[in-house]
């Protein structure tokens, strides 16, 4: 499955937050902002130029599905984002192409691995 996801990888960090953002429930732009602030607490912070323009090209490649608005959302302009199957499958091999770098970078510079005793 991850050979599938080669050639598209490594991700660029902002595809990487967002489809990461995507992996727990679907959200708005804003709330994917967000939940990419929380989850690198507060490190790294996507603006709307680059979320954007990350969305479009995640939905081009059909990682990403725009759901639009939502019913009974106070804002009828929002449109909301899904983590597709394809998207979820790319996010598993970008993980573990960047276990495999970890892994490398803890060898190399004989780091203590956690897990391991």
Do not use: C
């Amino acid at each position: 499955m991850a050979e599938r996801f080669d050639s598209y990888l490594p991700l660029s960090s902002a595809a990487l937050h967002v489809l990461l953002a995507l992996a727990g429930e679907d959200l708005h732009g804003y709330g994917i902002m967000q939940e990419v602030a929380r989850q690198s607490e507060g490190i790294y912070k996507l603006g709307p130029g680059t979320l954007y323009d990350n969305l479009q090209k995640l939905v081009q490649v059909r990682w990403v599905q725009e759901l639009g608005p939502r019913r009974g959302d106070d804002d009828p302009r929002r449109r909301y984002y899904r983590l597709t199957d394809a998207g979820r499958d790319v996010l598993r091999a970008e993980t573990a192409r960047l276990t495999q770098v970890v892994r490398e970078a803890r060898m190399r510079l004989r780091l203590p691995n956690p897990g391991r005793v």
